[in-house]
């Protein structure tokens, strides 16, 4: 029992924590974190809801529990399981923010793949799934950071 919630708090439930974290970062101290906050929140998009959508579009991969007959542990829908749109819109979060903060970067990338993992144990995602959606993620969040960089429109980097 411990187990099933904890998988699932991972898996479904971080997400929200993860999103209510980076408003706290996006209002933190000064304008500067608000427009990272943003930028992050645009690699995101783009990750989850272009890049990741094309793949999915060629690509319709069945979910373990449609092959092995489990029960998920999450309610999720069938097929479209490449890449995971989850970890593709956390790990461009986590990237960005990586790219301008380095402690809160770290923290998102440990957050994202905890939920990758939750989501590889409730049955909805196949590992290569959570490492094909970072892998998706990372390089929306440097083409976002190339983009924003060749406008003029980056901010300075803080160390740790």
């Known amino acids: 029992m411990i187990y099933n919630n904890l998988v699932v708090f991972l898996g479904n439930y971080l997400a929200w924590i993860l999103g209510a974290v980076l408003i706290f970062f996006a209002l933190y101290q000064n304008r500067k974190?608000?427009?990272?906050a943003?930028?992050?929140?645009f690699a995101g998009i783009i990750s989850r809801f272009?890049?990741?959508e094309i793949i999915?579009?060629?690509h319709d991969k069945p979910r373990p529990f449609e092959i092995d007959g489990s029960i998920p542990l999450i309610l999720h829908e069938v097929g479209k399981s490449f890449p995971s749109g989850h970890a593709a819109?956390?790990?461009a979060i986590a990237a960005t923010l990586f790219i301008y903060n380095r402690r809160w970067g770290i923290v998102f990338f440990i957050a994202a793949i905890a939920m990758g993992a939750g989501r590889v144990l409730a049955h909805i995602?196949?590992?290569i799934d959570i490492l094909g959606g970072a892998v998706i993620g990372i390089v929306s969040a440097a083409i976002v950071w190339k983009v924003m960089h060749k406008f003029n429109l980056t901010h300075q980097r803080e160390s740790a």
């Open 56 to 58: 999915r579009y060629f």
């Open 125 to 127: 995602h196949w590992p």
């Open 50 to 52: 272009i890049f990741t």
């Open 38 to 41: 943003v930028e992050a929140l």
């Open 33 to 36: 974190n608000f427009r990272v």
């Open 89 to 91: 819109f956390f790990f």
